[in-house]
């Protein structure tokens, strides 16, 4: 059983251009997650899904596209990068069937804009 | 919005205890969580609080206090491999978890 898994696991991309990352659990998990790790910062939620089929904003939405075609994807879409966007990027999911639903990450993807 | 609060840094011998200490102040409280995070990994999930108290779990513990905003993780024993950082993580009254920016130990021998 592999968890949670992300690719690429590291990205150097030029400003402007589009980008993809993916994201696969084999948990069933219901609900699915994308943050964004900055230096100083901790963990910020950028966009959400309780369930195949919703998807939900965070607190840093902006220039970040998702979507939940199904149970076990969750590819974040970056339309046009900007050198902000430089970060790490982690994947979660949970059960959300009750408490705690705790949260599992996959591996991260370390991703810089020029 | 959510503020959680804990210290940046903390250096503690092997075999020692170290409490990291983490305030938050939410809009409503479902949880709290404390998640363990080695240098270029993913975060890894320690202990769970929604009651006043301990938990205990091996070396490690969590408490909370509800009415004071206020969390704490003890860990005991400690040994090399538990260099890494620690991230506080609240549930709040929309089911999201908020983190604080971690507290990186550093475990000295």
């Known amino acids: 059983i592999a968890g949670i898994t992300q690719a690429p696991t590291s990205q150097i991309l030029a400003a402007g251009r589009r980008m993809t990352l993916r994201c696969t659990q084999d948990?069933?998990?219901?609900?699915m997650y994308w943050y964004r790790q900055d230096l100083g910062l901790g963990l910020r939620l950028i966009h959400y899904?309780?369930?195949?089929?919703?998807?939900g904003k965070g607190e840093v939405p902006d220039g970040y596209s998702v979507s939940r075609a199904n149970t076990d994807d969750f590819p974040l879409t970056l339309a046009s990068a900007v050198p902000s966007q430089t970060s790490v990027y982690f994947c979660?999911?949970?059960?959300?069937?009750?408490?705690?639903?705790?949260?599992?990450f996959g591996p991260g993807t370390r991703l810089t804009v020029l | 919005g959510q503020n959680i609060d804990q210290p940046t840094e903390m250096t503690a011998t092997e075999g020692a205890i170290v409490q990291i200490n983490c305030t938050y102040q939410?809009?409503?409280?479902?949880?709290l969580f404390w998640y363990q995070q080695h240098a270029g990994e993913a975060p890894t999930f320690l202990s769970y609080?929604?009651?006043?108290g301990l938990e205990e779990k091996g070396r490690f513990s969590s408490f909370l206090s509800r009415s004071k905003g206020y969390s704490y993780l003890l860990l005991k024993e400690l040994q090399m491999k538990d260099s890494a950082s620690y991230l506080c993580a609240v549930k709040g009254g929309d089911y999201k978890l908020s983190f604080g920016a971690g507290t990186t130990v550093t475990v000295r021998a």
């Open positions: 979660a999911s949970s059960d959300a069937r009750g408490a705690p639903d705790t949260q599992y």
């Open positions: 609080n929604v009651l006043d």
């Open positions: 899904s309780n369930t195949a089929g919703t998807t």
């Open positions: 939410t809009s409503g409280f479902n949880g």
């Open positions: 948990m069933r998990h219901n609900a």
